[in-house]
């Protein structure tokens, strides 16, 4: 059996057999070839080696530099309030301790380890699939309540969600709120002889002559009803649906449970497109134009209706909007943007507060809520105040009530009387009076009233008043403390003024603590620790020095500072730039 019976034969027959001599003259080319490749195989296993350890230097790096930064946050966290800084530092470890899983995820080449994905993106990716999933049911709820809307655009939605912001459904969304309809739906729907019963609300001779057709919007002529049956043109079904158009448009703008329906399912829609958008281009969106501008709107209208009180199934509708925004803060901007006017949005934005995870300024809040509630001059009813608490967490209700026993909006015997009636209402037991009050509780809020007047821009004579009357009742190291703080965080001039003013009783006569007070107060300005405090004075000084060197509250100033302190006085007229005292 010769050799080329070993071969397995192919379709055409069996392979034809190489010379020795070809094979001879290749194989000086193949073994050149073979070693190239085997040098080029270890080439590349050199520069792999080189890139990994490459990378797994800039791991390392990433990871101390992180480490470094956490350490840093750390130590800016630990001068924040004592009840914020243990949530912030575990939250800063727990961080730290993703990051180094997955930077050592990725040093062991695990790079599609479903760890290395951040819960942040987790997170964000799960919100926006229940946004989407949010469209489909709220458009249907619009169909199935027979509102003025083209179907076509509402349908599409679902399918396509960045559609909403297209010209053509932002002019269905304008024409449904305002009860008009766009040109272009009633000729493709009912043709040009339609036309004659609606009026064009665009084109304008001055300022809008020739708008697109596309761009025009119509409102029905008032004597639609009449000029309908004398059309010519229309066919009957052509007529009974222009009908069915006009009573849909006037029932969505008449006060109804079906138009009041209509109305919160088109908010909660335009509430999630909107989120929805903005989570998918974070990178070109502004949030302060969606969280301060574009939502507050949206959760006002919902929950705020031409009713005197809040309703609370509203309430919850509006805070499960607001849950799917992932943020604290950003929750926390569209709350603190609602109620710019006042009235029943203003009282919305702070029971949002009060019910939010996290209450924003827990310490203020409950006594800026009774100012909003208690005008000046007038005793609300108890009745009032306790059905806008009911809806507060009752874990609040003793700090409010605490909050009115101390208002300074009512009389103390008022005051009191108010606080027992809606103490009562909500089935809490009678607080003691403020005289009963703890002397910590008593001094906090009298000290609060005092900012509030400075935050208001009352005027100096009345905050002087205040100041004064607080150390007359209780004249201590600790009031004294806790006035020259309260100065010292208020504007420069408001301090200037009040140290003027502090003196002098309204009978003409010296206040016989004063000097004491200014004393004090003059020794603390000049200290190093209350620098920042000294630098603020020093340049309002220098720039009221620079508009009138004689100016009666510069002058009196420097002229008290030197009653009680000479060389305090010295230092201030040489640092503002004046001839010493």
Known sequence: MDKDSFMSPTENGPEPVVPVDEIQRSWH??????????AECTGLGQENKALRQLVERVIEHRKKSHSELVGVLNTLVSKLPINDVGVVISRLVEHNNQVGEICAALAGGKADDPMLQPSLLVTLDKTKRELAAAVKPLTDELLRLDAPFEPGILQGLSAQPESFFAPTAVRANRCFVKGQVPREWIVREFGEAALPLFKDVTTDVKFNPRPKPEEIVLTFAPDFETLLPQQAGLMPAQQAGLLALYQKSRASRTPSESSRAQKNAFLKLSFVLELLHYYNHQSTESPDVIFAQRLPPLIEQLVVTNEDALDEALIRQGETLLAHILGHDHRQAVVNNLGKAGGLAKTLRFVLSFRAEKIPDPVTLP?????HLAPPGQVPPAAALATVLRLIPASQHPKIIAAILGSDRLPKAEAETLAKAVARDLGLAELPSLSNLTPEKEQQFAWERIKEMITSRAAPADLTAAIRSRLHAKYDVDELRLSWLTLAESDPLVLVRVFCLLPYLPDGQTDPIARAVLESYATRLTHEKYAATYTKVVGALKNLHKVKADSPILVNFIA????????????????????PP
């Not at 080319?29 to 085997?38: C, H, T």
């Not at 008290?560 to 001839?579: C, F, N, Q, R």
């Open 29 to 38: 080319a193949l073994s050149l070839r073979v070693q190239q490749l085997e």
């Open 560 to 579: 008290l500072v030197k009653w009680v302190d000479p060389e305090s006085a010295t230092k201030l007229a040489h640092d503002i730039g004046m001839p």
């Open 367 to 371: 006594g800026e809520l009774v100012k």
